[in-house]
Structures are given as structure tokens and as C-alpha cells.
């Protein structure tokens, strides 16, 4: 209890800073020493007449308080919020301020007014201090529960971070013993000059560890009493300086000057002022010498005892202070092999030149061979010489061995969720032990043990009843070495690998005495590959052989270094060679495991190997013993769609090569099923054709038993599976493809009458029910069988036969076509002329099943149709529908679905003129007066010509009735007495001619959309 008490008062000791402390004791002095000038100052602002009241400030003030008390709490223990010191200090301020005062308020003759509302006891002034401290008792209580009652459960820890661990305890290495003896070194070395200790390991093998845990037994355990000592500095003369030192962080080499100054300056100020001062000067003078390109110089004289500078004499001074104060500076430097040349250059001139200060002890973490190599490289040194000089101590740390990064690599996995997998732990422990599991290949330190760790971590559950273990673990390691080669894999799988015989798995191309074709092409540079000599069994491989050919640059082709070759070759062995035994249908070779690793998907709605056999549980049954209709799994394709796996069931057929014939079969029909339902399902039609004669081609490849294909489809898909209509939309396909589909094995002739049949029967199914005008479904039908084998005359007369004068009104709708962008142009589909050889038998079809039961309605159509017909069906009419709800109930959900506008339409009306006169209406068509005012068009329909003029909405009944008919006759006809005449709207609207000269006479014979009468 008490060691838990000692933790909790050094946690608000190292939490409330001495500036914070200084700043709370300064504001209590400073309260006191003004305290008469803020007593006048509360007495003349803040202070209130002793009767006032109002109720309503009174219950807001209440409501306000209440609020804020509430979202206090709420926040600190339910959101836990954490404030901040600054809040926490002014909380308690104004607190101890108000109580003060409150205390004092009989000699200062103060009166804190009371609430009126509800009778309650409580002061103004409470109304602040009430949220205030519930926010301070809050924060308090969660503080010290926390600190002293809460049990820390810690949840499983899935992934490892690279953190650096600090605590020794923690430590699976064996890195005590180098820890003890590093830690003794640097608590009992005094030098009058600085000593470096190289601290050398390969990359990723806990460097960054073994100085967090050294740096943690440096720092004192010390008691309660001491550690208070120590807060104020009475007390710490005997712990070094430790300075964690991160070069890297640094973007300009002049800035690693000037940052370990910096923090050397920081350490120094607790204990000499001045010295801190001249840390800075010092650090000033070596950063401008840096940029005017003297560095050397100033090097040599800090180094020459005979040369006194001013910057030498600054370093002297600086070790006569150091010497005076008695703290010994241990400076650990981190990462060194995450520079470039010139900055670890620039870190090594620091430690041996420029902070060569007296008992300072240097410790740098580095991979040393390739600090070496980095400075080769710009022939900064010739060898390791160089480096060997600047540090007195190297510690070595070898390379871990495999056996213990695999106990690692293991307990990392067994600490993460996977552990609660069935088995995992017995699985894990026999894929590491397999002999080709390349887990000692590519797991060379800590860092690759804690990244493959996590991938599989992630990675894993997703497959973990798919895959094997060993071939997963193989995978990733591949995946992670070589991420580019992933996708030339996969887009070139059918010729880096090839199916086996059963059509099942891949496997890597063996060499053949008369294999001359490569597995790539290149015509780039020549340059000779690696030779792999390793592991001889490889040149069995068509792979091996191309990878060392001399006219490959295979480094250019597959992005791989020369070093790397031979382990990008054992992969591919280990994952689809011989090396590989297939045990169970979990193996990486199939192709349907290998497919979902390449497409690095790891999602929910990945279709499990397992729900895809489940699929096939009764495909090996015959189909007769299923009963009829057949025990189909159409409530687990149902499921499959709940759960949007459908699209993976899709990608997993394409991959089906199975030769097993019921196995086929049963695929033609779930994707009979899935044709069937392919709106409901949300389904590529496409794709599922595509993967239904992918599957017929197959069946028909396998037809060993000597049994008719076609009748198997007819009997078992088409009639027990299909709808009618979709039956007919398949035949349709199937005709289409016919060079390619073989028409599925069924003769030419039946399949034709088969299809002629099924129209008729489709047909009479549409006239016992009443016809849906949205449902075109019957014109999807005659387009897809329209073609089949002559018999497009019989299906039209089939298709005419359908109508009669109950459903007329629907085959006018549908036959009704929109003007684009329009809601108020028509003409008639083409369709119509397909059927009906042309759109004037049509209108004559209409017009022959006009009755008294539907003339209302037809008639409208009548009138559309007619005028299209007067413009030999090349304009779109402006009409307006009056009495058909069909049309009307069409053009609104037209207009709503592709939110279409009347554009330009909707500000016109066209207007047709008859007459029997062909001179006069061909002298208004070329008048030019008339040409630039209006648009116009004659047409002859029936020995009579028309006239259509196009009007603007807004002149409409003026220029129709009065001024078009007047400029027309005087343009065209000067000598008539065309002032005479009685123009008036109603004549003209009501069809009287308005001019007659003996039989000659022009009349309007159409308004569209209509103009009312007055």
C-alpha cells in the first residue's frame, strides 16, 4: 500500500511542473498582497442590493448549475475525460477564493444574496461554486481510484508495435547479462575525457531494448522521503545525466549540432546556470562555423592544446564547470544505421570532437556493417578502421538464433486472439517444424519475427479454416519479401504455374528435354543472373532454368535483387512445387485457396470453402432419389445473398475445374438457379450466361456415359428449374451463340419447334391475366427468340394474336414513344413497323378494335397516331392526354424517373392548317416574311396538305387566332379583301375556314396542346 502510495505522490510531483507550482504560489501571494484593492473592486462591480429577487433569473441560475454539475460528472466518468493542470488549478483557485470570502464576510459587512426560488438555502455564489466542485471530487475520486483500487485487466494483445521494451523483466532475449554489465560500466567509468561505447548488433535485434532497459536501471529507486528531496534538487548530486539522443529526427546535419546541445543545455540548467548558457554560446559558434564551411578548422584547434581561440577557450571553461559540478553525462545515441552518410559522419565528428567533455559517456547503437557500407559508398572511408577508432568498448550482439526467434515468433502469435482458435497452438508448432516451412529464411531479428507476427495475426482468421497453416505462413513470408511479384504472379498464373491433369491445383512447370518455349519474354538488356548452386533439386523447375539464362535481365523483368533469387525460387518450390505435398484440399495449390490469397481480400462476405461444398452435399446423389421438385439448395443460396456472397460464388465457379460429372451437373443447376433469380439476387445476367456455358461446354467435353446432354438440360434445368420466360430469354441466348453453344446438344430443328412452342404457351399464359402496361417483359421475350431459325413470322402473328379490344389501350401506351428530354412530345415506336410491316397497319389495328367500351380512350390515340402519320412519322406531336389515367400515369412516372423537364416544348404549341389547295400552301412555305417569323413544314397525307406552324405558348391565341392567319393571307394572297373577314379566335379555334375561294379553303385542323375556347 504503501509503495502504491509512493507511486501515486510521484506521479503528481512529475505531473505538476515547478513553473506550474510557481505560478499557483505566486497568485496566492499576489491575492494577498492586493487584497484591499480586489475587495473595492468585488464591492463596487460584482455586489448586488440585499432585496433583490426575480424567480425566473433565480430558476435559470438553478437549471445552469444543475446542468453544469451533471455534464461534470457525465465527463469525467463516463467519458473519462482528463483536464488539464491549467484547469484543475483555476478550479481549485476560484474555489478556495469564494470560500475565503465566504468566511470572512461578517468583517468585510458583505451579505451573499440569497435564491428566492422554491424556498431553497442556497446563496448566488453557490450556484458557481456547486459544478466547480463536483468537477474537482470527480476528477479526485476517478484519480484515486484509478491509481490505488482499479484492477487492470489487460485485454489479449493481438499486435506487436516495435517499440523498445524498458522494464528487464520483460526481457525473452537473455539480455540480462549484457544489461548488468553495461549499466556497471557506466555507473563506476570516470574519465577526464569522453568514452564511447559501440553497442553492435545486426538490424532488429533489440539495440533499442538493451538502452531502454539499461537507461531504466540507471534511474535511482529511492524512498518516498528522498524523492521529495529530489523534486526540489536537494538530493541527486550522485545520478548522471542521461541524455536519449535521436539524431534521425533531424532533417539538416547542422540541426544534430544544435539538438544535443539543446538537451545537453536543458539537463545542465538545474544544476549551473551559466554552464547551461555556454552550452548554447558553444553550440551557436559550431553551428555558423558549420555553415561557412569551417568545421575542419574549428575540429583541429578544439583538438590542439597549443592553440589557444576563443572557441577554445569556451571548451575549457566548459570542462572546468563540468568538473566543478560532479554530474557525470551519459548520452545514448540510437539508430545510427538510419542516416545517411553525411549524417552519421556528422554524429561521429560530434562524439569525438566537438563534445569530447569530461566524464561524458557516449553509447551508440549501430549496425556496423552498414554504417560501413553507407560510407563507402561515397568513398567517405576506405574501410572499418575508420571506424574502429572512435570507440574505446564495443558490445557484440550476434544474430539471434532461429531457435530462439521461433520461440518468440510463437509466443507472439499465442498472446493474440488466435490463441482461442481451435488447435492453433498444435498447428502453429507443426507447420514451424515442417522442413519447408522458410520460416529461418526470412525471419532474421525481432522486427521481421513482430511483422510477420501481425500479418498473420490480421490475416489469419479470415482463412483459418481454409488454408494450411504451413502454406499460409510461406505465403506471407513471400508476400511481405516480394509485394510487386504478387500481382505478376496472379496475372500470369496460367503460365508461371499450370493445372494438374484433374484440373484442381496448380504446380510449377518441370523441365522437359524439348521445352523450348520461355516463361517470359523480354528484350531488354542482357545481363547475366545468379546461378543458384544451393539447392540443386530446383533445377527441376522450367523456372530455375530461365531465372539463370544469360538473356534474361531478370532484375528489370520481376523487380528481384540477384541476392534474392535463390529465395524467391525456394518459395515458389515450397508453395507449388513437389516440395509441397498436397495432404488435404487446404493446400495453397488449389486453386480456389490460391485465388482468395491473391485477391487479398479479407472480408465478411468471403465465400467459405465450407459454404461452397455445402453447396454440393447432395451432388453425388442421382436425381431421382431427390424427389421432384429436386432438393435444390435454394434456401442456402438464399443465405448467401442475405450475406452478399453471391458475387464471391460467382468468382469462385470461374475458377471451378473439377472433371467430376456430378459435380458439373450440379453447378449447371445452382446456376440455373441463379439465373432464374438473377433480379432478385442483384446478378450480372452477363456473368451468369458467361459461367453457364462455360459449365454445358464442360459437360458436354466430359459426356462419357453416352447419354444426351440436351435432354438431361431440358429435362433437369429447363422444366424443373426455369420460369417460362426465362426458359425463352435462355433459348434466345443459346441461338445467339449457336456457333459456339453447339445449341447445348439438343438438335437444331427441336430446338426451334421447342422454342416456337414455349412463345405460344408463354403468349397464352399473358392473355389469361390482365396485362401490366409497366410490364415489357413479352418484348424482351420476342427479341431474344426473333431470330431463331425462320420462325420471326410466326411469333409476330403470335405477338398480334395477344391483343384484343380489353387490352388494346396497353399496346397503344407501350407502342407510344417519348420525344427525348421531353414530357409532352410522342410519335410511334418503331416497333410497331416491325410488327405490323408499318405504322399505318398499326393505326388500323387500333383503329379496327375500337368499341364503344373503349372509344374514349382510343380515340386520343387515334388523333397522336393520325398526326404522326400526317408527318409521315417524322416529328415528335405535341399532345396532351385528357381522358387516359394509363398514358397520363405513364408520362408523370417518366417525367419523376428520369427527371425530365419539357425543355423548349413546354413554351410551344403546333398548330396544323388543311387545305386542298397545294399552290397556297407551298407559296407560305417559301415566303420569306412568313420563313423568318415562323417554323413551318407541309406534308400530303390522303390527298389533302398540311400545314404545321410551331407557335410560342405566350403569343399563342393572339398570333393563331388573328395574326398568322392575316399575314398569310396578305403575303400570299395580296388581293384578297382579308380585312373583311371576320377573324375571331372562336372561328378559327372551331375548324371554320377562314379563307374559301370556291372550293379552295385553309382551316386549322389541329391545336397541340389545346388552346380553351373563351
Given amino acids: 500500500m504503501f509503495e502504491k502510495f509512493e507511486n501515486f505522490v510521484e506521479i503528481i510531483f512529475s505531473s505538476f511542473s515547478r513553473k506550474r507550482m510557481f505560478f499557483l504560489i505566486a497568485v496566492i501571494f499576489l491575492f494577498f498582497a492586493y487584497q484591499s484593492k480586489i475587495e473595492n473592486f468585488i464591492e463596487l462591480n460584482l455586489l448586488i442590493n ?68 422554491f424556498n431553497m438555502p442556497f446563496k448566488y455564489i453557490h450556484f458557481i461554486l456547486i459544478p466547480l466542485i463536483v ?61 564511447t561505447i559501440g553497442l553492435v548488433g545486426p538490424w532488429g535485434n533489440g539495440k533499442s531494448s538493451i538502452i531502454k532497459m539499461v537507461s531504466s536501471q540507471l534511474k535511482p529507486k529511492i524512498s518516498f522521503f528522498k524523492m521529495m528531496f529530489n523534486y526540489l534538487k536537494f538530493a541527486d548530486k550522485d545520478n548522471p545525466i542521461i541524455i536519449n539522443f535521436l539524431p534521425y529526427l533531424n532533417h539538416k546535419e547542422e540541426d544534430i549540432i544544435s539538438e544535443f546541445f539543446t538537451s545537453l543545455s536543458k539537463e545542465l540548467s538545474y544544476f549551473n546556470g551559466k554552464l ?140 493474440s486472439d488466435l490463441a482461442s482458435i481451435s488447435n492453433f497452438e498444435d498447428r502453429l508448432n507443426f507447420a514451424l517444424k515442417n522442413k519447408y516451412n522458410l520460416f529461418d529464411l526470412y525471419v532474421k531479428n525481432l522486427r521481421d519475427a513482430k511483422r510477420i507476427a501481425n500479418q498473420i495475426i490480421f490475416e489469419y482468421p479470415f ?55 520461355k516463361l517470359f519474354n523480354t528484350n531488354q538488356s542482357k545481363e547475366t543472373v545468379i546461378i543458384i548452386d544451393k539447392f540443386q533439386s530446383l533445377d527441376k523447375y522450367k523456372i530455375y532454368e530461365e531465372l539463370k539464362a544469360e538473356d534474361l535481365t531478370v532484375r528489370d523483368f520481376i523487380n528481384v535483387q540477384k541476392d534474392d533469387l535463390d529465395l524467391l525460387l525456394k518459395t515458389l518450390a515450397c508453395l507449388f512445387g513437389e516440395e509441397n505435398e498436397i495432404e488435404n484440399n487446404h493446400s495453397i495449390k488449389f486453386e480456389n485457396n490460391f485465388r482468395k490469397l491473391m485477391q487479398q481480400k479479407f472480408l465478411t462476405t468471403d465465400l467459405l470453402e465450407s459454404e461452397y461444398q455445402l453447396l454440393f452435399q447432395n451432388a453425388d446423389l442421382p436425381l431421382n432419389d431427390l424427389g421432384t421438385p429436386y432438393n435444390l439448395p435454394y434456401d442456402l443460396i438464399n443465405v448467401l445473398f442475405e450475406q452478399h456472397k453471391l458475387t464471391e460464388l460467382l468468382k469462385r465457379f470461374d475458377y471451378f475445374n473439377s472433371n467430376s460429372i ?192 373503349n372509344n374514349i380512350s382510343i380515340i386520343q390515340f387515334l388523333m397522336l397516331f393520325n398526326l404522326c402519320a400526317i408527318t409521315d412519322f417524322s416529328k415528335y406531336i405535341l399532345f396532351k392526354f385528357r381522358d387516359d389515367s394509363m398514358m397520363i400515369a405513364r408520362v408523370t412516372k417518366e417525367l419523376e424517373k428520369n427527371k425530365l423537364k419539357k425543355i423548349n416544348d413546354a413554351e410551344k404549341i403546333q398548330v396544323f392548317f388543311e387545305s386542298n389547295d397545294e399552290e397556297i400552301i407551298n407559296k407560305i412555305i417559301v415566303n420569306e416574311s412568313l420563313k423568318s417569323k415562323y417554323e413551318m413544314s407541309a406534308f400530303l397525307f390522303k390527298e389533302k396538305h398540311y400545314l404545321l406552324v410551331v407557335f410560342d405558348e405566350v403569343n399563342a391565341r393572339h398570333n393563331i387566332g388573328l395574326v398568322f392567319p392575316q399575314e398569310m393571307l396578305r403575303n400570299v394572297i395580296p388581293n384578297t379583301s382579308w380585312d373583311q373577314k371576320p377573324f375571331t379566335l372562336s372561328n378559327v379555334l372551331n375548324k371554320k375556314p377562314f379563307y374559301i375561294s370556291g372550293e379552295k379553303y385553309i382551316e386549322v385542323f389541329s391545336i397541340q396542346p389545346p388552346i380553351p375556347i373563351a
Fill in 50 to 117: 440585499r432585496d433583490f429577487s426575480n424567480t425566473w433569473l433565480d430558476i435559470l441560475l438553478l437549471l445552469t448549475s444543475f446542468y453544469f454539475s451533471i455534464f461534470f460528472f457525465y465527463k469525467i466518468f463516463k467519458d473519462r475525460y482528463v483536464p488539464s493542470y491549467n484547469e484543475i488549478i483555476l478550479s481549485i483557485l476560484f474555489i478556495f477564493y469564494c470560500f475565503y470570502y465566504l468566511l470572512k464576510t461578517s468583517t468585510l459587512d458583505w451579505e451573499f444574496t440569497s435564491s428566492k426560488v
Fill in 135 to 195: 468537477f474537482i471530487i470527480s476528477f479526485s475520486f476517478r484519480f484515486l481510484y484509478d491509481s490505488f483500487f482499479l484492477s487492470k485487466i489487460k485485454a489479449p494483445v493481438n499486435f506487436s508495435n516495435d517499440s523498445a521494451i524498458d522494464d528487464i523483466n520483460e526481457d525473452e532475449l537473455d539480455y540480462d547479462t549484457i544489461v548488468n554489465k553495461l549499466t556497471d560500466v557506466l555507473k563506476n567509468h570516470n574519465s577526464e575525457k569522453s568514452f
Fill in 276 to 415: 547551461a548558457n555556454q552550452i548554447l554560446e558553444y553550440s551557436k559558434r559550431l553551428t555558423n562555423i558549420y555553415k561557412e564551411n569551417q568545421l575542419v578548422e574549428f575540429f583541429e584547434n578544439v583538438a590542439s592544446k597549443s592553440i589557444e581561440t576563443p572557441s577554445k577557450n569556451l571548451y575549457d571553461d566548459i570542462n572546468i564547470r563540468l568538473g566543478e559540478i560532479g554530474k557525470k553525462i551519459i548520452v545514448f545515441v540510437d539508430d545510427l544505421d538510419r542516416l545517411s552518410d553525411s549524417e552519421i559522419l556528422e554524429v561521429l565528428k560530434l562524439i569525438r570532437n566537438t563534445a569530447d567533455f569530461n566524464n561524458t559517456i557516449f553509447v551508440v547503437a549501430m549496425d556496423k556493417d552498414y554504417v560501413v557500407s553507407r560510407l563507402k559508398v561515397n568513398n567517405e572511408i576506405l574501410d572499418s578502421k575508420f571506424i574502429d577508432k572512435f570507440f574505446q568498448l564495443e558490445i557484440l550482439l550476434p544474430e539471434l538464433e532461429t531457435k530462439t526467434l521461433g520461440e518468440y515468433f510463437i509466443k507472439l502469435l499465442l498472446k
Fill in 463 to 517: 482463412f483459418e479454416s481454409e488454408l494450411d497453416l504451413k502454406d499460409f505462413m510461406n505465403f506471407t513470408y513471400f508476400k511481405l519479401k516480394f509485394p510487386k511479384l504478387i500481382k505478376i504472379l496472379n496475372d500470369n498464373r496460367n503460365t508461371l504455374l499450370k493445372i494438374d491433369k484433374t484440373g484442381q491445383f496448380y504446380q510449377l512447370p518441370m523441365v522437359k528435354p524439348s521445352d523450348k518455349k
Fill in 662 to 853: 456430378p459435380h458439373v451437373k450440379w453447378s449447371i443447376l445452382i446456376l440455373g438457379i441463379l439465373y432464374e433469380k438473377r433480379v432478385d439476387y442483384q446478378l450480372n445476367e452477363i456473368e451468369v450466361l458467361r459461367l453457364l456455358h462455360s459449365f454445358v461446354d464442360k459437360r458436354i467435353e466430359l459426356n462419357a456415359d453416352n447419354k444426351g446432354v440436351g435432354t438431361w438440360l431440358l429435362n433437369n434445368m429447363f422444366e424443373e428449374i426455369l420460369s417460362l420466360e426465362n426458359k425463352l430469354l435462355l433459348y434466345g441466348e443459346i441461338w445467339h451463340r449457336r456457333k459456339d453453344s453447339h445449341l447445348w446438344d439438343i438438335k437444331r430443328e427441336y430446338f426451334v419447334s421447342l422454342t416456337l412452342e414455349a412463345f405460344k404457351e408463354y403468349v397464352a399464359q399473358f392473355k389469361e391475366q390482365k396485362i401490366n402496361v409497366d410490364n415489357y417483359s413479352i418484348y424482351n421475350v420476342y427479341h431474344s427468340i426473333k431470330l431463331v431459325g425462320g420462325i420471326e413470322n410466326e411469333i409476330k402473328q403470335i405477338f398480334i394474336s395477344l391483343w384484343n379490344d380489353e387490352n388494346i389501350e396497353v399496346l397503344c401506351v407501350q407502342m407510344t414513344q417519348f420525344a427525348p428530354f421531353s414530357g409532352s412530345g410522342f410519335t410511334i415506336s418503331d416497333f410497331a413497323s416491325e410488327i405490323f410491316q408499318n405504322k399505318l397497319n398499326f393505326i388500323n389495328f387500333v383503329e379496327g378494335l375500337r368499341t364503344e367500351r
